[in-house]
């Protein structure tokens, strides 16, 4: 099994997009990239941490390979927007993809390149370390499965999800 760790704003969205793509086995919120070793949700939201929000995807590469994930990746938010998506504003919403290989670093450099046509605004994605990476609290895990009529779920995570559901169909089991 290969890992993957992706920021795309609010992590209820990503990790949702993820959830039964052929191939992958688990897609976990999780917090990346700050300062605190120890980051809670609550730190994370208050901007302080340094953290983004992320989903850590465990996948079999056999079935499914990274650059189509990160695909996904790019379809579930919009990463043009620097240190939000919609109405989440703060760097721990900033879109992230922090590479686990240097093979990863450059396919996700690639990856980037390629789906800057689709864009009319630069990408303004980043490619940075996972420091002090530590999965979420339980409550955040399948918050959307668990919460689709929850106000937010309802009017950003479902849309985000059914999007990039209707432009990968095939990925779906």
Not at 17 to 30: F, N, R
Not at 53 to 68: G, H, L, P
Not at 111 to 125: A, F
């Amino acid at each position: 099994m290969e890992r993957m760790i992706v920021g795309g704003g609010c992590f209820w969205c990503v990790e949702g997009a993820y959830k039964d793509i052929h191939g992958v086995e688990t897609a976990l919120p999780a917090y990346a990239g700050g300062s605190d070793p120890n980051p809670t949700y609550k730190g994370v939201c208050s901007g302080r941490t340094g953290h983004a929000e992320v989903v850590e995807v465990v996948y079999d590469a056999s079935t499914i390979t990274y650059e189509t994930l990160l695909e996904v990746f790019f379809t579930v938010h919009d990463p043009t927007q620097l240190n939000r998506q919609g109405n989440d504003i703060g760097t721990q919403y900033r879109s992230c993809i922090m590479p686990l290989s240097d093979g990863q670093r450059a396919v996700a450099e690639a990856t980037m390149t390629s789906m800057q046509e689709y864009y009319d605004d630069p990408i303004v994605t980043t490619i940075e370390n996972p420091l002090n990476f530590v999965i979420a609290e339980k409550e955040h895990h399948d918050y959307y499965a668990r919460n689709p009529y929850q106000g937010y779920c309802a009017a950003v995570v479902g849309p985000k999800i059914a999007k990039v559901r209707a432009k990968h169909a095939h990925l779906y089991r």
